[in-house]
Each structure stands twice: as structure tokens, then as C-alpha cells.
């Protein structure tokens, strides 16, 4: 057998390991082998493993109508105290699958269905984002598009050496979603609208120390994880989120002597929130051009790889894709997701054929060179082809549909959760008993042709989505206001550079990789000033 021969060339540690994720597996495991979604519990522990491999875990409607029952049973659980989030294979979630969605954009007749899919994929988003337990998704691979939007809204995200991180919609002629103009926007400096408009790609350990994941976790300790998230018993939202924070923090890992370094440091970071920080995509182009030409190589290599990546994007996607995030700054999350599924609608009845051209050169055709983009040219992309995917006159939103959560349903008692938990049917599809009208939520086709109620959100999701940065690394702006003296502990202090690096670990209970960030962030947007005497230096503020 190949488990055995694999575990007797291990060590006893790596077997013990392997044993022990056997282990959690076998008492896990729900579901079918054929199984898209599989679904599984340990005590206390929720999981949900996508299991699409062949396809690297990219979401299709039966995943997402096997996923949201399942989600919203274990919201109203009593028995359910952690979920996590997990994928077969080499992805966590590849993202959308788009290819489907183009098919039916294009077809008048299945337009709705395309449509739907985006509205389904938002929705489940906002119930993870707004779900009051801890969550946690293991991003160990690649994590892209509908996978960002899977990860993002989890209390704690975890990256591993595997974790390869994009938001890749402007290759393919439509625009990041999945409330991407609400979470990169978020993000420290420009590095938001970088990957937005570029669809670059993070990797590893890059992914925590650019915020987008909480933690980093090498993958040989996830089995460890597994077995610990399993033994949170705290029914409290807080207190069990402070002990799956320790449970992570305990297994992340320091910096390896030969680990490669983010490139989004240093003079590369200070000429990307340079040239990105403009609201114009062609003065964006612009500074990138001139950069170019810098006498720092690894700013002009940088700058000239940005520029090639640019121009090679959908140039109608990139301009919506500047104004969503531009627009996203100033969202909450539910108002991001409703303005990204007028975008996608918009997309999916024509605003752009870029859509329909990217998708099927991209992915269907699989085409070497760029595809036929219409307006091929940023200068040729109008404020009035823009505006299509905005503005509330657009004749390319009239089917726009809202998102829709149920209002407050009762929460059931211990004694009828289990009911709750398993209203589904063998094959982890939700039963139409336990979900009223799965095509839509519940509410019909109205949902789908724009009569809508013009709602915010349900009451029982009023509570706000889960605070991105909260278990992360400290954000610029944190420890901005730590050396400005703006920090509510210490007003109007100055301090050295030991003292903003203790300072900072101390709000974050000495934080894993809190000193290379506050380090570089000092060396970055910081001067050091002697006093008269030269006894006494500070750091400030440039």
C-alpha cells in the first residue's frame, strides 16, 4: 500500500504527523468521495473541504448551493463552536468558474443564470464575513478570485509556503470581486490598487506580511492546527477566537535564514504607492513609464514588468476595476458587494465584450496571445463606457438584482440542532425543506429582473463582518500613529526605534513577524532626529 511505504520512509515525526491527519479525517469525514463540498466535524470543529482538484477547487453553482445551507446551519448552531476552510490538492480555491458564467452571459436566454451565480457566490461571502464564530481558512495553495472571496472574510487566514494569492479578473476581461473593492482597498499604502488592476501574484509568506493573511503557518504543522482548533470548546465568539489566535500563533513560524523576501519593499514600495496612488489609469501608466527609467534596478525592473502587466490587461477592466476600489475605500462590505454585483451584471449583459472575448481566449480557447480587447487602447475607454457599470441610468443594469439574506429566523436550542446540522441530503445538497427556494435564496426570480426592495442588511446580519486586520499584522496607519505621538496609550511621546518596535508587539501580544514589518516600515516612511545633545534619538514621521 502506498500510505504505508510513504510513512516508513518518513521520520517518526512526519509519520506521527500523517497518523494523526488520518486520524481527524476518518472521524471527520460526512460525506461521498464524489463529493464537490465535503463536509466534516470533530467536537466542536466545522469544516468544509473543497474537493474539485481536477479543476483546483474552482467554484460552480453545485458548490456554492452545497456550501450556504451548510454555512447558515452552522451559523444558528449551538454544537458548532470553530469552522474552518480547506481545499483538496494544490489549491484552497482557484477561483470562479467563469467559463460557465461567460457561456451563459452571452446567451439572452441563460442570462439570469449568469447573473445568479454571482449573486449566490456575494451572498455566501457576506455570511462567512458576518458569521459570529471564529473562522479560519487554511489558504494552503493557490487562492485566487472566488477563493479570495472564501478567505478574505475569515477572522483568521492562514498562508503557507503553498499559498499563491491573486485577483487575476483583469486578464480575463472583467473586474475583481467577491468584495475586493472593499478588502484591497483596506490594505496598507497602494498595494490594494497594485494587485487589483495588475493581477499580480503573492506568494508564501508574502501574502501575511502584505496583511492578507493573519498568519503564517509552515503546511507540515497544519495536521497540529487540525488537532488543537478541534479542542476550542468556548461557545463565546471572543474568548474562543483569542484561543484559536494562540492555537495559530503557537504553530507560525519566524522568517527562514534562506526564505526570499517580499519585492514589495523598500524604494519598489515607495515608487508602487507612487504611480498607483493616482485616481487616472493613464497617469498610473504615465509614472510607471518614467520609472522605468530610474537609476534603482530593482525599482526600474519593477516598474517595467508593472507597466507589461498593465498593458496587457483588459483596458475597459482596468479602469472599472480603479473606480470600484476607488468607490470600495468609502463601502462597507455589503454595500461593496451590492456595487461588484451591478458590475458583474453589467459584464454579464454587455457593457464590455471584453468579457465574453477574455474568458473564452483565456480559458475556453486557451489562446497564446492577448486577446482582441475593445477599446483596445486606456485613452479610448470613455467616462461614458465606464459609467455602464455604475451609474443608476445604465441600460446595462436594468436586470441588476440586490443581495438578499434571510431576516432573523429563531436560533434553534441544543436539542434541535442536530436536525439543523444534517438538513441535508446524502449527497450534501441542501434539501428544499431546509432552504426554501434554492434558486433564489428563497425570494424567486424577483431577485433576479430588479424589483428587489432596496434593503440593507437583514437584521440578523447587522453585526459587523469580522475586523480584517484584527489578528494580522499591525497596518501602516497603526503604527503611523504610534510615532506621531497619536497613539491613545502614550500621547504626544516620541520614541526611539526600539521603543516603537516594543510598543507595537505589546498591543499585539508579541505578534510573529511584528519587528521586520515595523523595521521596514521605519526605514521606509521615517527619519531619525537627534536632539541638541545628540543623547537622545527619535523616530519621525516624514
Known amino acids: 500500500m502506498l500510505v504505508p511505504t510513504i510513512i516508513k520512509g518518513m521520520s517518526r515525526g512526519g509519520a506521527s504527523a500523517l497518523k494523526r491527519t488520518r486520524q481527524i479525517a476518518s472521524h471527520m469525514m460526512s460525506t461521498t468521495a464524489e463529493d464537490t463540498v465535503k463536509f466534516e466535524s470533530l467536537s466542536e470543529l466545522r469544516a468544509y473541504t473543497l474537493n474539485r482538484p481536477e479543476k483546483l477547487n474552482a467554484l460552480d453553482e453545485q458548490m456554492l448551493g452545497l456550501l450556504r445551507p451548510k454555512i447558515e446551519s452552522w451559523r444558528k448552531s449551538e454544537l458548532c463552536g470553530v469552522i474552518l476552510g480547506r481545499g483538496t490538492g494544490r489549491a484552497f480555491c482557484a477561483g470562479g468558474d467563469v467559463a460557465s458564467v461567460a457561456q451563459n452571459a452571452a446567451n439572452p436566454e441563460t442570462r439570469k443564470r449568469a447573473i445568479k451565480f454571482f449573486k449566490d457566490e456575494f451572498e455566501l461571502d457576506y455570511l462567512l464575513a458576518t458569521i459570529q464564530k471564529p473562522y479560519v481558512a487554511l489558504m494552503d495553495g493557490i487562492t485566487m478570485g472566488g477563493g479570495v472571496g472564501l478567505s478574505a472574510p475569515a477572522t483568521f487566514r492562514v498562508a503557507t509556503e503553498n499559498t499563491l494569492f491573486a485577483m487575476p479578473e483583469t486578464d480575463i476581461g472583467y473586474c475583481p470581486d467577491v468584495g475586493g473593492s472593499y478588502y484591497l482597498s483596506r490594505l496598507d499604502g497602494e498595494i490594494g490598487t497594485y494587485l487589483s488592476l495588475t493581477g499580480a501574484r503573492l506568494k508564501g509568506r508574502a501574502v501575511f ?86 537609476k534603482d534596478e530593482l525599482v526600474s525592473g519593477w516598474a517595467s514588468k508593472t507597466l507589461e502587466l498593465l498593458l496587457l490587461r483588459s483596458p475597459t477592466s482596468l479602469k472599472v476595476a480603479l473606480a470600484a476600489i ?43 496571445g492577448p486577446p482582441q480587447w475593445s477599446p483596445n487602447s486606456v485613452k479610448d475607454v470613455t467616462d461614458d463606457i465606464v459609467s455602464r457599470f455604475f451609474s443608476a441610468e445604465s441600460a446595462f443594469l436594468t436586470q441588476a438584482p440586490k443581495l438578499y439574506l434571510p431576516e432573523n429566523d429563531p436560533v434553534p436550542k441544543e436539542g434541535s440542532t442536530k436536525e439543523t446540522e444534517d438538513s441535508t441530503n446524502k449527497a450534501g445538497a441542501p434539501s428544499q425543506e431546509s432552504t426554501g427556494s434554492v434558486e433564489s ?9 430588479g424589483r428587489d426592495r432596496d434593503i440593507g442588511p437583514p437584521r440578523d446580519f447587522s453585526a459587523k463582518p469580522h475586523p480584517y486586520h484584527k489578528f494580522g499584522l499591525p497596518t501602516e496607519k ?19 526605534v526600539d521603543e516603537v518596535v516594543e510598543k507595537v508587539l505589546e498591543h499585539h501580544n508579541g505578534k510573529m513577524g511584528i519587528r521586520e514589518k515595523v523595521l521596514e516600515i521605519i526605514e521606509r516612511k521615517c527619519k531619525i532626529v537627534d536632539n541638541a545633545d545628540g543623547n537622545f534619538v527619535w523616530v519621525s514621521w516624514k
Not at 213 to 240: K, M
Open 478 to 496: 497603526e503604527i503611523e500613529a504610534i510615532v506621531r505621538g497619536n497613539d491613545i496609550d502614550s500621547p504626544g511621546t516620541g520614541y526611539t
Open 441 to 449: 435564496g428563497g425570494k424567486g426570480d424577483a431577485a433576479l429582473d
Open 326 to 368: 476607488r468607490r470600495g475605500r468609502n463601502l462597507d462590505l455589503w454595500e461593496a458587494l451590492n456595487m461588484e454585483l451591478r458590475i458583474a451584471t453589467a459584464y454579464c449583459s454587455g457593457a464590455s465584450s471584453d468579457f465574453i472575448t477574455g474568458i473564452t481566449a483565456k480559458l475556453i480557447d486557451k489562446s497564446k
Open 209 to 294: 506580511e502584505h496583511g492578507l493573511a493573519t498568519h503564517f503557518i509552515p503546511s507540515r504543522r497544519i495536521p497540529t492546527v487540525l488537532e488543537a482548533l478541534a479542542g476550542v470548546e468556548d461557545a463565546d465568539y471572543e474568548i474562543a477566537s483569542v484561543e484559536v489566535n494562540g492555537i495559530l500563533e503557537e504553530n507560525s513560524a519566524e522568517r527562514e535564514s534562506d526564505e526570499p523576501s517580499s519585492l514589495l519593499v523598500g524604494a519598489t514600495r515607495v515608487a508602487l504607492d507612487s504611480a498607483f496612488r493616482h485616481d487616472s489609469v493613464e497617469k498610473i501608466i504615465d509614472d510607471l513609464t518614467r520609472l522605468k527609467s530610474d
